[in-house]
């Protein structure tokens, strides 16, 4: 009798263990799975800036290469002038928000030796979280400002263009497609790039001052290694957002289609950065097609 109950105690032993194997190998797949839906979502959230940050630097590349080459490295500071400020306050706003010490300033010092038009020096906390992830927002901060003068430029110069490109976006985030924000954005340009306007002072002030902006918003290196350093933290309470959100209930096509929709103003208006920026890239290259290259000795000092 004592050995059948130790035997039959074995049984049950070794079926707890085994339903409890089961159930945890279950609740792993299932947290194994949430995670990788999780990741997938922070991937679509960030894509997009990402993809913009990369035109964006693209853009200023090309067009301030293209200036170097056919105009001199001077020309550079006839854009630098605006666009370089503009630069240097979305650092400096950034840092102010995330409570960053700012230890110097220079809005516009133009080094030829160096390439640098200006900088701002900053100073954290380590060990503060907030503080640390906030390195991310200020190292791209140029793209978020600049895209926001850009935004004000066309609305001081194109105010009903403006308007139409912000009630396309009113009537379109609750439907959560980028493609309709997207050809909303693309009509609006269509309207200010008319055989009309090119003959106006309006248009080529516009283009002017959108060319001094866009081809200095870009982060420079220095800028993306500072962002660096926020970029685990950020990641991290996204990615811990998005699973908790996912624990929940709410689906994956849920969460994507309120990110849409709730950031589909923004999305417009890198949109229009880009189309911007485009635009005066592709006006340069025009406009500099029969120049000849500049030497470097023979270029202006």
């Not at 001199?72 to 002038?81: D, H, N, R």
């Not at 081809?215 to 993306?224: K, L």
Request: negative net charge; glycine residues 10%.
């Amino acid at each position: 009798m004592g050995n059948f109950t130790s035997e039959i105690s074995q049984l049950l032993s070794i079926v707890g263990v085994g339903s409890w194997s089961l159930s945890s190998g279950i609740l792993g797949q299932g947290a194994i799975s949430l995670f990788a839906e999780s990741f997938k979502l922070l991937l679509i959230l960030l894509a997009p800036f990402v993809a913009f940050a990369v035109v964006i630097h693209w853009f200023e590349y090309l067009t301030q290469r293209r200036m170097s080459e056919r105009l001199g490295w001077k020309s550079v500071l006839w854009t630098g002038w605006l666009g370089t400020p503009v630069h240097e306050l979305s650092h400096v706003f950034m840092c102010r928000v995330f409570g960053h010490r700012i230890d110097d300033v220079a809005l516009f010092e133009p080094d030829r030796d160096s390439g640098r038009l200006g900088y701002v020096r900053h100073s954290f906390e380590a060990g503060n979280w907030f503080q640390e992830m906030g390195n991310l927002f200020i190292g791209i901060a140029p793209l978020m400002g600049g895209s926001a003068v850009l935004a004000i430029l066309l609305w001081l110069f194109y105010p009903e263009a403006a308007a139409n490109a912000a009630e396309s976006t009113r009537l379109t985030a609750g439907d959560s497609s980028l493609l309709q924000v997207w050809d909303s954005v693309v009509a609006v340009v269509t309207e200010i790039v008319t055989l009309s306007n090119l003959a106006t002072v309006r248009f080529w002030t516009f283009v002017y001052l959108v060319l001094c902006v866009g081809s200095h918003m870009a982060p420079s290196r220095c800028d993306y290694q500072g962002a660096s350093r926020g970029v685990i933290w950020v990641a991290g309470i996204l990615l811990v957002s998005v699973f908790l959100l996912a624990c929940v209930g709410v689906n994956s096509q849920q969460m994507i289609d309120g990110m849409i929709g709730i950031m589909g103003p923004l999305f417009a208006v890198l949109g229009l950065a880009i189309l911007l920026c485009g635009l005066t890239t592709t006006l340069v290259f025009s406009l500099t097609a029969l120049m000849p290259i500049r030497s470097h000795s023979g270029d202006e000092q």
